[in-house]
């Protein structure tokens, strides 16, 4: 029996729990700086299907990939852009191992690091770019492409539309906010909550979102202002174990578990349909936020 559509799920009013932070773990299993951590995929593939099955077995509904880099500009500051399908496609392939039947795969595409802005990159050289890893998901048995950590609408534009015009997953865009001295909640290139939604939606996107940049109780404020002005699209969020400290030369989130989960009701309260964990979450976060929610 195939799996149900995500959106479809989400109509029947549950909250639903996605995975957490990806690259901690990669790094805890012997990752090293300056290593490309989607290369991992084929190279050692049973490291990257322990942290995807992790976070099932915490309680998770849906799993992301090892692809956050994967695009061809990523790859090609290890001079493995010409394997970007190669690369991508091991990556859904393991999380759906991970997934079997009864999870969903969320396929994760981060920034290509490029500026449309500055001219060095043009639309349509992204649009095939998030294509590539698109079409290799969709083989490799994605239900959905995480489009995450956007700060450019233009640049998330392209990767929906790419995703959307050649194949069948669902649509997941999030972009990553930061509060302003005013107060208001902006990304790196001065675009706010509502504007990006609205955007991504027009393009495509069946599911919106806020990830990384913040911890979970600021992440109330993002989704209020995103619910306020669309009272249906469905939001995921990915919020950081708060915001990151410096403690003897390493980085260190603070937020524990239990600090997590007993926010995670606020944030459904305020309108996310589907919840989970970015930078310095754990199995231990996901599975707490899994039981505050139940």
């Given amino acids: 029996m195939a799996r149900q559509k995500i959106t479809d799920a989400l109509k029947k009013g549950k909250i639903l729990i996605s995975d957490g932070a990806w690259g901690t773990f990669l790094h805890k299993k012997g990752l090293k700086p300056g290593e490309c951590p989607e290369l991992w995929c084929i190279d050692r593939p049973d490291d990257v299907l322990d942290v995807a099955k992790s976070y099932i077995d915490a309680g998770a ?16 500051h290890y001079k493995l852009d010409g394997r970007a399908a190669e690369i991508n496609e091991a990556a859904a392939r393991i999380s759906r191992q991970a997934a079997g039947d009864n999870h969903w795969v969320i396929a994760s595409i981060g920034p290509t690091g490029k500026m449309l802005v500055t001219e060095e990159v043009t639309e349509e050289e992204l649009y095939e770019a998030f294509k590539t890893q698109a079409v290799a998901f969709e083989k490799g048995g994605a239900d959905a492409a995480c489009i995450e950590t956007m700060s450019d609408i233009a640049e998330a534009c392209q990767a929906v539309k790419a995703v959307k015009e050649n194949t069948k997953l669902e649509i997941i865009c999030t972009f990553t906010f930061e509060k302003t001295v005013q107060g208001e909640y902006r990304t790196m290139m001065g675009v706010d909550p509502v504007s990006a939604m609205n955007a991504v939606i027009e393009a495509g996107a069946d599911i919106v979102g806020a990830n990384c940049g913040n911890g979970i109780e600021r992440m109330i404020e993002i ?4 619910r306020a002005a669309n009272k249906t699209v469905p939001i995921l969020v990915h919020a950081n174990a708060g915001l990151p400290k410096n403690v003897n030369g390493q980085t260190v989130f603070p937020e524990t578990p239990e600090d997590m989960a007993a926010i995670a009701p606020k944030l459904a309260a305020a309108g996310a349909n589907i919840i989970g964990g970015c930078c310095g979450t754990t199995p231990a976060h996901i599975k707490a936020i899994k039981e505050a929610l139940n």
Avoid at 61 to 76: A, P, R
Avoid at 223 to 226: D, E, F, K, N, Y
């Fill in 223 to 226: 989704v209020s202002r995103m």
């Fill in 61 to 76: 509904d849906m799993v992301e990939t090892d692809s956050f880099g994967g695009s061809s500009f990523k790859l090609s």
